[in-house]
């Protein structure tokens, strides 16, 4: 099971290319050292199971959280690719995909979000993200947030399964932004209605997770 990880939020102008680097150190390349341990130990078994923390923004990038989706796409990407090798040894990947999980990781992204320096972007943005994208985290973090223990239980039913699958979100609320993305090979759509949830009708999102 390969669940390290760190997150980021904020405007990219604000984030150092280092800070970059070591997110991705953690959240892909730690997936790749450790894949690149165990597999082929299960390839000459002819059998194993390696079971993956990615997040729902593996699947759809989140504004204000570049660096972190791509960090979960590489992820992504990389198993999507191994997963037919795999299957070849009989050796099973699964992606488990939790939305917003309420432990101290989120609680500390937060926290070090709201005492961060944005001058380093224009005071629009900074609005956008301090003003905006901060406060409906909270609710939706209060609205649709799972806890741990909940994502454990998700990850030991994907480990007992007699097939695992390759992919499992665990939390039906984000069903249907995974749904937009695939009904719209052009990203129009998914795009135009994330667009109106944060800059038209964010009042109505947030009485909405209320």
Known sequence: V???GVGMAGPLECQSLA???SLMDTNFFGLVRLVKEVLPDMKRRRGGHIV???SIMGLQGIVFNDIYSASKFAVEGFCESLVVQALRFN???SLVEPGPVMTEFETKLYEEA???DYSRTDPETAEIFTKLYLRNSRDVFTSLGQTPEDIAEHTL???E???PPFRHQTNVAYTPMAALKHADP???LITAAFYKLVFKYDAVLRFGLR
């Open 2 to 4: 390969s669940n390290a």
């Open 52 to 54: 993956v923390i990615s």
């Open 161 to 163: 399964a007699a097939r």
């Open 19 to 21: 800070a970059m680097q």
């Open 114 to 116: 709201e005492r961060a």
């Open 157 to 159: 039913r994907v480990i």
């Open 186 to 188: 052009s990203g129009a």
């Open 91 to 93: 050796v099973a990947i």
